[in-house]
């Protein structure tokens, strides 16, 4: 028996995992790991399986039922066979004593070959440059930490991983605000606060002020009230968390701004509504660079935004901020953007309490 670590795109939908272990076990491969992760390709499956024999058949099988050619097995070691969350923590605590460890730490939290530290105001020509094979993990604004890993290309799961392992161990900021002023690139200078009960009645006005087109872009569907299902979605942090903003000077609030979990680890999806008066003047911009930040302090590896084909604001926006656009189907577009790293790494955790507690007028968010 040897250990192989198998990495492959799996449809997401009901039943295609379920095939792909079936078909391992088929060929006598016995699961001993399981960790999934998001990718530019999708949802990508990592299995640490104990083969008997010749592991290459189970390989073919494993690619038939892939959703993509670029499927990689390398051999594991036992020691490789853990719980990712304990290896974490353990790899923090040692960090507390030895920082300066910090690039062999991420080397062993994501099985890489080489890493080392990298001066980040000027290029390393003698470093291979392979973007999918090669991260680069920023440790404040002058340097960072290189990893290679020629036989696997880095995911962003892994990516949102390294940030938080750095943030981990980076000193503390002083208070966290968990509302605060933001400026538009307009020049717009907006306050944003999380909803909460207290704030059915303006945003029921909200929702009347806005033209049957622009809650169709958000909803997919014209929106004309909010009802109290869709409010309590809105306050409630299981679900996510829900941003409002108004004029700084005071007034109704003009813009709604969603973060919500998805089924998918690591994945969260971010909508928006924006007054029609308000609208081309930077307010989605704006909340959009705060959410990104704000999924990135949760640790979480991309966000997602589903509209309407024809929301070019909204597609403009994510192309803007470097994500990746799905062409039209059925009528609707989905972008996915990579968010970690995001944080400012000299100001770790800034926002997490936005989730939960009240808010403190003055702060800046971003």
Do not use: K
Not at 81 to 92: H, P, Q
Request: one cysteine or more; hydrophobic letters at 40%; a neutral charge.
């Amino acid at each position: 028996m040897s250990l192989w670590r198998i990495r492959a795109a799996v449809e997401d939908r009901p039943g295609q995992l379920a095939g792909v272990v079936g078909a391992m076990a088929a060929e006598g491969g016995n699961v001993v790991g399981l960790s999934i992760h998001a990718d530019p390709v999708g949802v990508v499956d990592e299995f640490i399986v104990d083969v008997p024999g010749d592991h290459r058949a189970l390989v073919r099988e494993v690619a038939r039922r892939s959703v993509s050619d670029s499927v990689a097995a390398v051999p594991a070691q036992p020691r490789e066979v853990g719980d990712d969350v304990t290896r974490s923590l353990l790899l923090t605590a040692r960090l507390r004593s030895e920082p300066n460890q910090l690039p062999e730490a991420l080397r062993e939290l994501l099985l890489a070959d080489e890493a080392r530290w990298s001066n980040l105001t000027r290029p390393e020509p003698e470093f291979l440059e392979e973007p999918e094979t090669t991260l680069l993990v920023p440790v404040g604004p002058l340097r960072g930490v290189r990893l290679r890993r020629p036989d696997r290309p880095f995911t962003w799961t892994e990516s949102a991983r390294a940030d938080a392992l750095v943030r981990s161990v980076l000193p503390p900021a002083g208070p966290v605000p968990t509302s605060g002023s933001l400026t538009t690139s307009g020049g717009t200078e907006l306050f944003v606060w999380q909803v909460g009960a207290g704030d059915a009645e303006p945003l029921r006005r909200l929702h009347r002020r806005c033209s049957e087109e622009t809650t169709r872009r958000r909803y997919f569907t014209v929106m004309r009230e909010l009802s109290p299902r869709m409010l309590a979605v809105f306050c409630d942090p299981e679900h996510g968390l829900t941003l409002a903003a108004r004029p700084a000077e005071g007034g109704e609030p003009v813009a709604l701004a969603h973060l919500m979990y998805t089924p998918d680890p690591g994945v969260g999806e971010v909508a928006f509504l924006v007054e029609d008066s308000c609208q081309q003047r930077g307010v989605g911009s704006a909340l959009a660079r705060t959410l990104t930040t704000i999924a990135a302090d949760w640790g979480l590896a991309e966000v997602r935004a589903e509209t309407v084909a024809g929301n070019r604001p909204m597609q403009r926006i994510m192309r803007t901020m470097g994500a990746t656009l799905r062409a039209p189907q059925h009528g609707t577009v989905q972008a996915r953007l990579p968010v970690a790293g995001s944080v400012p790494p000299r100001r770790p955790g800034r926002l997490t309490s936005l989730m939960s507690e009240p808010g403190a007028a003055g702060q800046r968010l971003a």
